[in-house]
């Protein structure tokens, strides 16, 4: 069961989340807060799975909260779900620690996926926030050539794959795959999983398995 906490200053946003949240059997709302500070106090408490994450907020914004959180639990990830798709905010909000990055008109379906799959350890991007990610990988290039067994991992990132997960099927240990993800964030020029995910899919061709 996958545990979350929905973060949002608007009630009927909550209760409209709440309900949803309520239609998938694998997926259990833990709680709810209407500011950042309420959210950190609460994740803190509950330890959820997920937070979904609003950024405009009274008190602690969610950029703010995002950071608090993932610092204090790196267990937890933090999918933001708002209703700005402008390019400092999405900055603003991975750099911060977000695992993905959702928009408010997102399909219903679509946004369980996307719980589920930051659960797994991957990256849900609504397509306006993977643009300006790859906007900004292509204005960056990587300035040096990755080995193929960071290319292999990376590839696998993109897939959505946890490093355990990656450490089973390239038969290697975990330590060893987050020392490769060390190594290429530093040689494609990112900073975290969702924009080294971003540029795999834009660079890499899947490897041969």
Request: hydrophobic share 45%.
């Amino acid at each position: 069961m996958i545990r979350v906490l929905v973060v949002d200053d608007h009630a009927i946003v909550r209760q409209g989340l709440e309900q949803l949240l309520g239609t998938a059997d694998d997926i259990e709302l833990v709680g709810t807060a209407g500011d950042g500070e309420q959210a950190c106090a609460l994740a803190g408490e509950l330890r959820p799975d997920v937070v979904l994450m609003d950024l405009a907020m009274p008190v602690v914004d969610g950029v703010r909260a995002t950071a608090r959180i993932t610092t204090e639990l790196p267990a937890a990830r933090v999918v933001v779900l708002t209703s700005y798709g402008d390019e400092s905010r999405i900055m603003d909000a991975l750099d911060a620690g977000a695992q993905g990055y959702l928009l408010k008109h997102t399909d219903p379906d679509a946004l369980l996926d996307g719980i589920r799959a930051a659960h797994t350890g991957g990256a849900p991007l609504d397509p306006r926030a993977g643009r300006v990610l790859l906007d900004r990988r292509h204005r960056a290039p990587a300035s040096r050539e990755l080995t193929q067994r960071e290319s292999e991992v990376l590839t696998l990132v993109a897939e959505g794959l946890a490093n355990k997960q990656i450490a089973r099927r390239l038969g290697i240990t975990e330590r060893t795959v987050k020392a490769h993800l060390t190594n290429a964030f530093q040689g494609i020029g990112v900073s975290d999983r969702v924009q080294a995910a971003l540029w795999a899919r834009e660079h890499l061709h899947p490897t041969e398995r």
